[in-house]
């Protein structure tokens, strides 16, 4: 594993001009969950010009509302651009999104076409006179990496483990990428240990945080805390452990209440059903809660749920979400996830339980407010995973790529970037 760069390294290269950015992401901008990509472009676009090109469709499409929905949606973006003011997050001043028009297929008869019209879609970033960076979230990048002076990408799940996603295009992908990233990120040692499979050789590992400040700010007392148990996130039945919720909910019925808050897949795999038993077993659902009111929700609760499954995919993840309940004030108990596991070794504020009668007896231990003293100290805890350290860390990131590229290539203005392997 390797270690990011130290900001008292010496550099060489002059270094003068600040990089412009493009980010390949595997999500829409305005998707009701925030996760790692919208971070860190928002991160990155406090010093740099940064382009967001949203998904391109890892995801086989299925013809169900939700997706014809989003296909509408990409079509109307890439017609008449992006409101600056969307529904789950605004724009910031340095970000321009972009909506590419693509087949999300990414087999042998689509490559062709499909790279360029991506190339088409980002050709304000690749005519840019400044140094040129490829910061990727999907390993599916239509050799964009030939532009850039440095590329990095950035790996937050074992894709390749998720039900419905193009498992040869991934892999094909990254086999690629092993080859031509100058640097790469993993979230998770599960993460990590993938891509050293795969042959990448310059991995860092960091771990997702989260915006702790959000929520800190609606940490309430003890005495305007109530006995509930939240889980916030996708409800989907290939990440969450239904069985265990159920039971979950079961003995919870008489003292406290399980709250449920986030998106329902939809689809052929969806989880209507099992949230329909759930609430008839007593859990209350919240549906799709902004940042400030999903906050000001946890902040009056005792205990933060990772219910997950335990499969090829959770054992890559990396839950942000742990950091949320804790600047919350709240108890986290979790299944054993790897990263959790790991986290709950380095302080008692989290818990990563061994069955599910553990799960449930750690939340019933749980459920009743604790002292003020340790609802602030949980929260000072999380202060350490907050995104103003990790973006600080991310911008360094970014400015020293560039430093390093200058020193292995000068190359005109809109042409290709170094040579790739």
Not at 85 to 111: E, G, N
Not at 160 to 170: E, K, W
Not at 204 to 215: G, H, I, R, S, Y
Not at 306 to 318: E, R
Request: glycine share 8%.
């Amino acid at each position: 594993m390797t270690t990011p760069p130290s900001p008292s390294e010496p550099l060489s290269g002059n270094g003068s001009t600040a990089p412009t950015i493009l980010v390949l992401g595997t999500a829409e901008w305005n998707s009701p969950i925030a996760t790692n990509q919208h971070y860190v472009v928002r991160e990155l676009a406090r010093d740099f010009d940064t382009y967001f090109v949203e998904s391109l469709g890892l995801r086989r499409v299925r013809l169900d509302a939700k997706d014809v929905t989003r296909i509408a949606k990409r079509l109307r973006h890439s017609v008449v651009g992006h409101e600056k003011t969307a529904t789950y997050r605004p724009i910031p001043d340095r970000v321009t999104v972009i909506s590419p028009l693509i087949v999300p297929i990414h087999q042998a008869p689509t490559r062709l076409p499909n790279r360029l019209l991506l190339e088409r879609a980002v050709a304000e970033w690749r005519r840019s006179p400044s140094p040129r960076v490829l910061w990727t979230f999907t390993p599916v990048t239509y050799g964009l990496e030939q532009y850039s002076d440095y590329t990095l990408y950035h790996c937050v799940d074992i894709f390749q483990a998720f039900p419905g996603i193009d498992g040869s295009a991934v892999s094909a992908g990254e086999r690629i990428l092993a080859n031509r990233a100058d640097l790469t990120i993993g979230t998770s040692g599960a993460v990590t240990a993938h891509l050293n499979d795969v042959g990448f050789t310059d991995v860092v590992t960091l771990p997702n945080v989260a915006e702790v400040d959000v929520f800190a700010a609606d940490s309430q007392p003890v005495a305007q805390r109530r006995p509930a148990a939240l889980f916030a996130g996708n409800l989907t039945p290939h990440k969450l452990d239904f069985e265990l919720l159920r039971t979950l909910a079961t003995a919870l019925n008489g003292r406290g209440e399980l709250l449920l808050a986030g998106p329902i897949a939809a689809g052929g795999g969806g989880y209507d059903r099992e949230l329909a038993e759930l609430e008839r077993l007593g859990a209350r659902y919240l549906g799709m809660l902004p940042l400030n009111e999903l906050a000001a929700t946890a902040g009056t609760c005792t205990v933060g749920l990772i219910p997950y499954a335990l499969n090829d995919y959770t054992a890559g993840v990396s839950p942000l979400k742990c950091y949320e309940y804790l600047s919350s004030g709240l108890k986290v108990v979790s299944t054993p996830i790897p990263d959790v596991v790991q986290a709950a070794r380095a302080t008692d504020h989290i818990t990563a339980a061994t069955s599910t009668d553990d799960f449930v007896d750690h939340v019933l231990a749980a459920i009743n407010p604790a002292s003020d003293d340790v609802l602030a100290a949980r929260v000072r805890y999380a202060g350490d995973f907050g995104w103003n350290s990790r973006g600080v860390l991310l911008r360094d990131i970014a400015t020293r790529m560039p430093r390093r590229a200058d020193e292995a290539v000068t190359r005109p203005a809109g042409g290709a970037g170094r040579p790739r392997g």
